[in-house]
């Protein structure tokens, strides 16, 4: 199994550069694989066609860091949350439809499954959802919920879930916004929020400062835990079949854990032999056949593209 994962991250082609104008923060595919939304740490949003990896739009919304990008499912407008404390929609353009202002930086954005609404939290950590075609707010969550740092709209629609800042992670009722479940078993810093492609397994990862990570494969209805890797990942997600683990570790290297073994199946930064590099950002491709990194590169600011192959 080893063996079979490292020929699938060893390839031919080489890593594709792709320059940026200034750091990058933040990186997500559209759900169909056909784009990549790159957000800077200036506020600068650039959209990349993956066919052949051109720039289709650049587009500078606002002047802080990008936190937060989410497609809607058409790939036609992409939300933003950035630190100039704002939640936007714009058209994949960047032309503006909505905007939403708080008094703390924008965190989280994530679309419903249909496109219609758009989950999105603040600094303040209250959770709202917005009727993503007229801007009408729909609702919020209570005084005294848990804090929304993290936020993913799950792919049947019913729920979304979210991260508070001791690391609990909490499914509301997407309608309502009553709580539906709770895991309170790994407790830390989150770094991410992850819903496989069929809707039942969340992943979460959390830093708990000196002891040990937790990387958390949890059943998407009870919340329950099926599988703690013990291990940090910065950025991550499931491959299309939902068997394994893929992301990038605190060190920079890429990480794969097979859920079926509990096994880590893979342990390497695959773009080392291209380039001096360490990756900081991560984002695989919704067919798990291309991954893109970012980090820190000697050609300058920007980002690698790099076909993986199939995980199998």
Do not use: C
Request: charged share 20%; glycine share 12%.
């Amino acid at each position: 199994m080893l063996v079979s994962l490292l020929m699938a991250f060893v390839v031919d082609e080489p890593a594709r550069h792709v320059a940026m104008a200034g750091p990058v923060s933040k990186i997500e595919y559209s759900r169909d694989g056909k784009f990549v939304a790159v957000g800077g740490a200036q506020g600068t949003v650039a959209v990349f066609a993956t066919s052949g990896w051109s720039k289709a739009h650049d587009f500078k919304p606002g002047s802080s860091r990008i936190m937060d990008i989410s497609f809607s499912p058409d790939s036609e407008l992409i939300a933003l949350a950035s630190q100039d404390k704002s939640i936007r929609i714009v058209k994949r353009s960047g032309e503006p439809v909505h905007k939403f202002d708080s008094d703390g930086w924008g965190m989280a954005v994530s679309f419903s499954p249909d496109g219609k609404r758009l989950a999105g939290a603040f600094a303040d950590g209250i959770l709202r959802v917005w009727d993503s075609g007229s801007g009408a707010k729909v609702w919020a969550a209570e005084p005294g919920a848990a804090k929304a740092i993290h936020v993913r709209w799950s792919p049947k629609g019913d729920r979304i879930a979210h991260t508070d800042g001791s690391g609990w992670v909490i499914a509301v009722d997407a309608g309502t916004g009553k709580q539906a479940a709770m895991n309170k078993e790994h407790a830390g810093t989150p770094q991410f929020l992850v819903y496989s492609a069929d809707g039942s397994k969340l992943l979460a990862s959390l830093a708990r400062g000196g002891n040990t990570p937790a990387l958390a494969v949890m059943d998407s209805g009870s919340l329950a835990t099926q599988h703690n890797f013990e291990s940090l990942m910065v950025d991550g997600g499931f491959t299309k079949d939902g068997s394994k683990v893929v992301g990038l570790g605190g060190d920079g290297d890429l990480r794969v854990f097979d859920i079926g073994t509990k096994q880590r199946a893979y342990k390497g930064n695959p773009i080392a032999k291209h380039r001096f590099f360490k990756p900081e950002r991560f984002a695989l491709s919704p067919d798990g056949t291309m991954a893109v990194f970012t980090g820190d590169m000697i050609e300058g600011f920007g980002f690698y593209a790099l076909p993986v192959g199939e995980l199998k």
